[in-house]
């Protein structure tokens, strides 16, 4: 695997690498050491005096009255210590539409509904007891897709919710005159896409552990993305002040976006902790993990493209509709990013968005990386390369001569700054020889992708804090709000105030786990925590620096502003003999002051806007850009597909770890391979047909082509250093990159993800 970098533009003044201590440079994740020896810790290593374990009994039908629950048996088994229904817990509903409980008492609405819960001094005792619960049901009929669910006279599975159709949520959006575009277009082209049911599969399942202290206030301890959201969500059916819940995130074993909601397990498991009056722990099983984890959004989309015969673009048209599943989770807010993406990639006159959020009884979608952006990106990226075709051009040139640039407002009102799209595009295509020869079954093909990349703006504050002190020593602890999930946002943050600071990397710790310690933030998603903790650490450490300054002055007889840091040392600027170490300095105010710690706070939300009525308003600071290359072979015959090379380039202004942004990209593009080739969720009648790893088809490490990834490296005039989000950014276009290269190589173009064996041989042999 190979990584290089690629100059955006020679002439234009921005900071080069070269300049920087840290900023730009391979640096190791700060908790590589601790997670590859063992000594992290995770939360199902957690274990506290007393603790008891939980279970959940979960549904038998898919949508079922609830008539009678007997809990007696289990009550009486040795070693239990609390049995819960409804009928023991608050009533106040939770979740995005406030459709949820956690232990269902009138009916039930999908196969991974709770039911019941126990707690016992062991798993096996807990296991028993749940087997000893019995339930009624009267069954119902159910709704198991969209046309069933939104037909006339299906059945409702939210009596509120007519036609179980979400209309408070209405992301329709409409720009320019469609019908004047259609009619000066020499080529219209209209398919239908079908995108399916994928799932996290974190290495570390769904659990948390309660545990109330004398005076009644709750600690989690949970792998949430969203600790401050997350404490004011479980408050709700808790019937509890959000002030009285404390949050502590142990190490996380994934998220990807699973992290955002709170889930009934949750709640369940601080009940059963208050009932019992001790802690309580709760692991989910892989295959309760399977069942009771929300999932990327099965959607259909219905998509249309006019474009004059030199390939100018002058029309869009999508209409999406999404399977919710049986509660709506933050994933029933992912149009929003879909819609983004519909009338903001490439420019075009006229553009038109809407979109239809469906109940069903099948298990319930949420929040996966890209938030939406996979799905309809695929859709779009598909169709490029399908109006090429029809037009005959280049696909490289239709993306190049209808790609973004800088200074440009969407009509959604994105105010684009720093865009490198065409440089992506371009570097992407020469690295993968894309004039080159092409072998018989042998194809390329290419995708580009648009995402927020200065956080997005979903909530009123989008905004993070940061507090930076030195000890008397001159250890730097930064205390932020920014959720670690595996993405190494501890190593960057450490990295950014160091760099300001002008200290040892190594003298800098970060503290991120506990809301009674930590700053507010909005929490880890939508790409922000670089762009968004970035500049508040940043921030806080400028006002760090400040104040070693004017104690450096005091001791060196010089003017604070004539003094800079650099290496550990403050000396005056071209006179560096004239100095001293850094934490000399701080001992000195330490002393001077009789223990006064050097210390700064500062907090930052970005200048972006939530979305008015209409659907506009700026919901970045900055926008991320990039381009994927694909080279596949196909087995005509199996309709096996080889990956013979993939290369990635990527706008992301400044990378601040390059170490860490490759493996962001590396991490991306394996996981788009399983969703463009192997990965389908299979659920049939709401039964999820292979809740397994076994089954379940993820790509592995073996499955990996050679990878090259290229960052076009600019400066954004928001970001910390000039950098932009990418988190999300490697997993958006590598399926239509796949499937247009297929296409390349076979003349056939697949719809449908996954493309299965099955699915393209067939597709050829129909050809």
Same mark, same amino acid.
Not at 8 to 14: E, G, I, K, T
């Given at each position: ?353 809407? #979109? ?335 809740? #397994? ?75």
């Amino acid at each position: 695997m190979v990584s290089g970098a690629y100059s955006l533009c020679p002439s234009q003044v921005r900071p080069a690498v070269e300049a920087y201590t840290y900023i730009g440079k391979a640096i190791p994740k700060l908790d590589a050491p601790d997670k590859l020896t063992g000594r992290a810790t995770y939360l199902h290593d957690l274990v506290l005096s007393g603790m008891l374990h939980g279970r959940i009994l979960r549904s038998q039908y898919p949508h079922a009255r609830i008539l009678n629950v007997d809990v007696s048996r289990a009550k009486r088994l040795t070693g239990v210590k609390a049995v819960i229904t409804y009928q023991d817990t608050p009533k106040a509903r939770f979740g995005f539409a406030k459709d949820n409980l956690p232990l269902k008492g009138d009916k039930v609405r999908c196969l991974s509904d709770e039911v019941a819960a126990v707690a016992a001094i062991d798993e096996d005792i807990a296991a028993e007891a749940i087997n000893l619960i019995k339930v009624d049901y009267q069954p119902l009929a159910a709704v198991f897709d969209t046309e069933q669910a939104l037909a006339p006279g299906a059945p409702q599975i939210h009596e509120s919710v007519p036609n179980n159709t979400i209309t408070s949520l209405p992301f329709q959006f409409e720009y320019g005159d469609l019908g004047q575009a259609a009619e000066e277009a020499d080529c219209i082209i209209t398919d239908t896409f079908i995108l399916p049911y994928v799932t996290h599969c974190c290495l570390g399942t769904l659990s948390c552990l309660a545990s109330f202290d004398g005076r009644g206030r709750l600690t989690m301890w949970s792998n949430t993305q969203v600790p401050f959201l997350y404490q004011r969500e479980l408050a709700g059916p808790l019937a509890m002040d959000p002030g009285d819940i404390r949050v502590i995130q142990p190490c996380i074993g994934g998220a990807f976006g699973r992290g955002l909601d709170v889930y009934p397990f949750e709640p369940i498991c601080a009940l059963l902790a208050a009932e019992s009056g001790r802690p309580v722990k709760m692991v989910l099983a892989r295959k309760e993990d399977f069942i009771a984890s929300p999932t990327r959004q099965p959607c259909r989309i219905e998509l249309k493209s006019g474009a004059k015969q030199d390939g100018t673009l002058l029309l869009r048209e999508a209409k999406v509709v999404l399977d919710c599943g049986a509660y709506l989770s933050w994933g029933a807010v992912t149009p929003w990013m879909m819609m983004a993406t519909s009338t903001t990639l490439y420019n075009h006159p006229a553009t038109k968005f809407s #979109s239809e959020l469906v109940y069903t009884n099948n298990p319930t979608t949420g929040a996966m990386r890209g938030f939406g952006n996979l799905q309809i990106t695929f859709a779009i990226e598909s169709q490029m390369d399908a109006l090429a075709a029809e037009l005959g051009l280049d696909p490289l040139e239709l993306r190049l001569k209808n790609a973004n640039q800088p200074g440009q407002v969407s009509p959604q009102g994105f105010k684009i700054t720093s865009c490198a799209l065409s440089e992506t595009i371009k570097r992407a295509a020469k690295a993968l020889d894309w004039k080159g020869s092409r072998g018989k079954s042998r194809g390329w093909g290419l995708a580009c992708m648009f995402h927020v990349g200065g956080g997005g703006r979903v909530y009123r504050s989008d905004g993070c804090g940061a507090i930076v002190k030195v000890d008397d020593s001159g250890h730097v602890v930064l205390i932020t709000g920014a959720t670690e999930i595996g993405q190494g946002s501890d190593s960057a943050l450490a990295a950014i105030v160091a760099e300001e600071l002008g200290v040892p990397l190594e003298r800098v710790s970060v503290v991120n786990s506990d809301t009674d310690v930590k700053p507010w933030d909005v929490g880890a998603h939508a790409s922000r925590t670089t762009f968004v903790a970035g500049n508040a650490a940043r921030m806080a450490a400028a006002k760090v620096k400040e104040q070693i300054k004017e104690e450096a002055a005091r001791l060196l007889e010089a003017r604070a502003d004539d003094l800079e840091i650099k290496a550990g040392r403050v000396f005056v600027t071209g006179s560096p003999d004239k100095g001293l170490e850094y934490d000399k300095v701080i001992r000195a105010r330490h002393f001077r002051s009789k223990g006064q710690i050097v210390t700064a706070e500062a907090f930052y939300d970005p200048p972006s806007e939530m979305l008015d009525k209409d659907h506009k308003g700026n919901i970045s600071a900055a926008y991320s850009f990039g381009t994927q290359a694909a080279q596949v072979e196909v087995d005509v015959e199996t309709g096996k597909v080889r990956i013979l090379k993939m290369v990635a380039a990527y706008d992301v202004g400044q990378v601040i770890n390059l170490l860490g942004a490759e493996g962001s990209v590396h991490g991306g593009i394996h996981m788009g391979l399983g969703y463009a080739l192997s990965e389908e969720l299979l659920v049939k009648q709401g039964k999820i047909l292979n809740p #397994s790893l076994a089954d379940y088809r993820l790509f592995t490490g073996q499955d990996m082509p050679p990878v090259e990834v290229f960052f076009v490296e600019g400066s954004d005039p928001a970001g910390p250093f000039g950098a932009k989000g990418l988190g999300e950014a490697g997993a958006i276009p590598v399926a239509p990159a796949i499937a247009n290269a297929i296409f390349d190589a076979t003349g056939v173009r697949l719809k449908q993800l996954p493309i299965t064996p099955e699915r393209l041989a067939a597709a050829i042999r129909s050809a």
